[in-house]
């Protein structure tokens, strides 16, 4: 991040380590958001009295932020410095977190699970900027970086575990849960995280045209989802939902082409390996919430698991990864890319596909868990050869806007799969026994097969140069330029 440069090192009055543990403490609160909100949604959905397609709009609403201002929050840091950015940031977290919690409309959650987005995608990737800015390079910044990827993989599993507890006293308590937390990273932060400026130089544009069509582009790709099982395919509803998605969308690329200073310089030549990277993470994230999403209202709706019960049992999903993550490194520089991304996409489709034959009342042991341990090794392989491979072969001066549109296409993903899970689950629930919910996981297989279509061809194209990088640190930690 080009504000990076003009951090100020902590000195005695700061150290070092509780820098990082500012940092690391920011990115768990951030990473813990998607989990923490799924098991509550079947809650969520009875006290608003909400169907699961519209109930799914309090996890997505925080992908849609996350994604769709991306771009936008890199140029508020560029514009304003990392340290404000980020103390703002923190802030505005903590506010949104309470409001959520307390408030009695449903609107008005899902627009604090906006603004939790956008506060995450200021503070992720700002944080590892500090972190490169202010730890020298060698053991130091190696460790630090560590600690930061491994609350950051740890952090969906913490998720389940914190709203599993909390969700069974009241829903609130979870979407309310990091407002304390947010405010002692805060008040930590103002001692311990570097001063910094602004770089030289003519003050930047924010380009809100760009970043209003990109967001509002999601919300109606979201909105064309959800309004599905009401009043069809092919209502009027749905329809003018899909004609906004497209005319924003065009908006963006028009906007960000003319513009004097778009967020994104287009076209950027990004390469075939960030594309297929995309569609590998794309595949592998979006079919892993959308089956969650099958599970949770499934279990909690129709068999009365309670929502502790409920993360129990997705938990061996999500565990391997924060367990491994500290290894990820090595395993890419042992295997490649390529290969962790060829074999790690093949055992989530087989999980999806013994999901299918899941009987009316299942075992947890002989027909659940065997699904979400083969989408937990899925991850453990690919997840960030994924993200190594999106930006290892491009320039260093077009990998930070290469990375921030990389992760926007993932939480696109994160943001369509779980609404039409969602939408053909409810379509569903009038069939007898799991049959009524086969067309729900048809979708999440569909969905994953992508990655071994995407791995395919990346496996079969001459291997490009080897080039070792410290990537492989996963979506919460990549630079973003502004």
Known sequence: MKTAQHLTAPGTAAPRGGLLAVLAGNMLIDALEVSATLV??????????????????????????????????????????????????????????????????????????????????????????????????????????????????????????????LTDISWRWTLAAPAPAALLLFLLGLRMIPHSAPPPGPRRGYDVAGALSATGALVCLDLAVASSPAHGWFSAQVGAAAAGFAALCAVFVAVERTGKDPLVRLPLRTGGAMARSALGAGALNGSYLGLLIIVTFQFQTARGWSALQTALAILPASVPLALVALHSGRMIARFGTRRLIAYGAL?????????????????????????????GLGFVLSFAALNTQATSGLAPAERGAAAALYQSAVQIAAVVAPALAAALFQNGLGGNGSGGLRPAVWLVVAIGAIGPVAALTTYLLPRPPRRVTSGGQGPWTRRVSG
């Open 347 to 375: 055992p989530p489709l087989a999980g999806y596909l013994l999901y299918l034959r899941l009987p009316a009342h299942p075992d947890y042991v002989t027909a659940v868990l065997p699904t979400m341990l083969l989408v």
């Open 40 to 165: 509550a949604l079947p809650a969520i959905g009875q006290d608003f009295r909400l169907a699961p397609s519209t109930a799914q709009w309090a996890m997505t609403a925080f992908a849609i932020g996350f994604g769709g201002l991306m771009l936008f929050g890199a140029r508020v840091v560029a514009v304003h410095g990392a340290r404000r950015a980020y103390l703002w940031a923190l802030l505005a977290f903590a506010a949104a977190s309470l409001v959520a919690g307390v408030t009695g409309s449903f609107a008005l959650l899902v627009a604090c699970r906006v603004v939790k987005g956008f506060c995450a995608a200021l503070t992720a990737p700002t944080g590892l900027a500090i972190i490169m800015n202010t730890f020298p390079e060698g053991p130091h910044r190696s460790r630090a970086i560590s600690v930061y990827t491994v609350f950051g993989a740890g952090g969906f599993t913490t998720g389940l575990l914190l709203s599993g507890v």
